[in-house]
Each structure stands twice: as C-alpha cells, then as structure tokens.
C-alpha cells in the first residue's frame, strides 16, 4: 500500500528537484489528491496543532513530511477572529476534509483561507502533504501580519 502511495507521489511532484517555491507552486490543487487520500495509512495519522493568540501562530514554523496523513488543528484561544490564509500551502497538499468541532465536515479540493473564530473556535484539517517546500501561513485581518501574526510552514 505504502509502494503504491509513493508510486503515486512520485508522479506528482515529488521527482522534481530542487524542491519548487512558493511561486513556483501549482496553481490548481494537485489533480490526483483523491488517489492520495485514499492510499495514505490514516491509521499512522500524525497530530499538529496551531494556536492562534493576539498576535501570532504557536508554533511560527510547522514542519511536516510529503506522503504522511496529517491532521492539523487550528485551535483560536485569542480575543479576536483570525485567519489561517495559505493559498500555495493549500493548493500543494491532498485535502481529505475539514472537521469543525465533530459537527460538520466539509470535503473541498482546497482552500485559500480558513477564518477561525475567537475564543475557542477550532477547525481540523486532515490532509497529506504533497509537494516540498516553503510555504507561508499569515493573517489577513487588519494589521494583525505586521504585528507578527504570519509564520512558516515547511514540507520536507
Ligand atoms: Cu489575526
């Protein structure tokens, strides 16, 4: 199963070095994210959390490994709305769901943004990684980015 999964990842982006930028990136989601989701081993599923506070992610950097089944929770514990905005990020990964507090589920290609709400909002995203590299996460409310609200995520 595992064979089958980098044989897929391998015909995605994986064989191409060095590792494309940001820039660089797809601009549409990866085309076979389905066959991703499928053949990743869901029950090895890593666990990463995002805190949100006034103003910043804990942690600045996320690291994660192309072809690992991830759940990544977006928890907001600040006093004001926040945004998870990561365009390149979003469009280089294969998107299982979107979990928001084990009410709803929401199945998308991709995202840009995910708005998490204040005091206590909470969205888990559940996704494999695809493509390696840089990619940014920051925060398009106000002036919350220039505050330091904005941080790094990489893929090795
Ligand atoms: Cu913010």
Not at 11 to 29: G, V, W
Not at 38 to 50: H, I, Y
Not at 116 to 130: A, H, N, R, T
């Amino acid at each position: 199963m595992k064979t089958m999964l980098q044989a897929i990842l391998a015909t995605t982006f994986l064989a191409i070095a060095p590792p494309p930028s940001p820039a660089m990136a797809a601009e549409r989601h990866i085309e076979n994210a389905d066959e991703i989701v499928q053949q990743a081993d869901w029950n090895a599923m890593k666990t990463v959390t995002v805190v949100f506070e006034e103003h910043g992610y804990t942690p600045e950097e996320l690291r994660f490994q192309a072809g690992t089944a991830y759940k990544l929770v977006l928890r907001n514990e600040g006093e004001k709305h926040h945004y998870f905005t990561a365009p390149e990020f979003f469009r280089s990964i294969a998107t299982r769901k979107a979990m928001v507090n084990g009410q709803a589920e929401i199945k998308a290609p991709y995202f840009k943004a995910i708005e998490v709400l204040k005091e206590g909002g909470q969205l888990d995203l559940y996704f494999v990684p695809v493509v390696r590299g840089r990619f940014e996460v920051y925060c398009t409310i106000d002036d919350h980015r220039e505050k330091g609200m904005e941080g790094q995520i990489i893929v090795e």
